[in-house]
């Protein structure tokens, strides 16, 4: 699998290794190795993760796909639901993966939780009888995806049998 960087990522990354460097030249600075052992681990800790947070940042901001057209159709026979569409990068630099993450939630019957009343936390834990409700997917829809291209998608899932009326919500993640 691809990892894209861009400039900025880059950016980050050598000021990083700047800091560390300029940390590295203060601690010398220290006399007793305690303190030079204390600024060198405060100096190391808050370099990385202010780094990690900056590049999560630009991860968010700089990798973007959204999803045009998605459309599902239950396929009574096979009991699958199938998800088609498009996802297209947004952004201006390459897409290494896009991944979907879609919910399938069941509307019409609400289960009572074993004390009754709404559903409850403990009902997977304690209940025999229990069904979830929600029910998460992850999939990769597309993969190294150039600035402004699109791709068809097309995704089939097992429909579970107790559920009644299904909604479902969708989202892109880029990487």
């Given at each position: 699998?691809?990892?894209?960087?861009?400039?900025?990522?880059?950016?980050?990354?050598?000021?990083?290794?700047?800091?560390?460097?300029?940390?590295?030249?203060?601690?010398?600075?220290?006399?007793?190795?305690?303190?030079?052992?204390?600024?060198?681990?405060?100096?190391?800790?808050?370099?990385?993760?202010?780094?990690?947070?900056?590049?999560?940042?630009?991860?968010?901001?700089?990798?973007?796909?959204?999803?045009?057209n998605l459309k599902h159709d239950r396929l009574l026979q096979s009991e699958q639901i199938?998800?088609?569409?498009?996802?297209?990068?947004?952004?201006?630099?390459?897409?290494?993966?896009?991944?979907?993450?879609?919910?399938?939630?069941?509307?019409?019957?609400?289960?009572?939780?074993?004390?009754?009343?709404?559903?409850?936390?403990?009902?997977?834990?304690?209940?025999?009888?229990?069904?979830?409700?929600?029910?998460?997917?992850?999939?990769?829809?597309?993969?190294?995806?150039?600035?402004?291209?699109?791709?068809?998608?097309?995704?089939?899932?097992?429909?579970?049998?107790?559920?009644?009326?299904?909604?479902?919500?969708?989202?892109?993640?880029?990487?």
């Amino acid at each position: 699998m691809n990892i894209y960087l861009t400039v900025w990522h880059y950016l980050v990354l050598v000021i990083a290794l700047l800091s560390i460097v300029l940390s590295i030249f203060s601690a010398l600075q220290a006399k007793r190795l305690i303190q030079q052992l204390a600024i060198l681990f405060v100096s190391l800790i808050l370099i990385s993760a202010g780094t990690f947070i900056v590049l999560a940042g630009l991860e968010s901001y700089t990798k973007k796909a959204k999803i045009f057209n998605l459309k599902h159709d239950r396929l009574l026979q096979s009991e699958q639901i199938v998800f088609t569409g498009v996802v297209k990068n947004m952004g201006e630099y390459p897409l290494a993966r896009v991944q979907l993450e879609l919910t399938l939630q069941n509307t019409q019957k609400q289960q009572s939780g074993i004390f009754g009343g709404a559903p409850h936390a403990f009902n997977e834990a304690f209940d025999s009888k229990y069904q979830p409700q929600t029910i998460n997917y992850d999939y990769t829809i597309a993969t190294d995806l150039p600035p402004g291209y699109s791709k068809a998608f097309t995704i089939m899932i097992d429909y579970p049998p107790y559920f009644n009326d299904t909604s479902y919500r969708t989202k892109a993640i880029a990487h």
